[in-house]
């Protein structure tokens, strides 16, 4: 069994971790470099065949979605007047 140090500091973490063994992730530069990548499902594949057509189709839908004019609550909740 370990000994344990003392908390003198009053520091809980003193004991608790010891970070005197820690090396550096030698995976983290791998990371950086990494593109997104998104998978699709197999029939959408011939539907959008390379990266460009993917993007023009999401641009469309994000640009649709910011043109989408906003109903405000008030007018939604008021009932259509039929006519007699």
Do not use: Q
């Given at each position: ?36 990548v998104r998978l699709i499902d197999k029939d959408l594949v011939d539907l ?8 023009a189709a999401l641009r469309t839908v994000a640009d649709a979605a910011k ?18």
């Amino acid at each position: 069994m370990k000994s344990k140090r003392l908390n003198i500091d009053g520091d809980p973490l003193d004991r608790e971790v010891d970070f005197s063994k820690g090396r550096p992730n030698p995976y983290w530069l791998g990371v950086v470099d990494r593109t997104c990548v998104r998978l699709i499902d197999k029939d959408l594949v011939d539907l959008f065949p390379d990266n460009e057509s993917v993007n023009a189709a999401l641009r469309t839908v994000a640009d649709a979605a910011k043109r989408a004019k906003k109903i405000s609550a008030r007018r939604a909740s008021i009932p259509k007047k039929r006519p007699r």
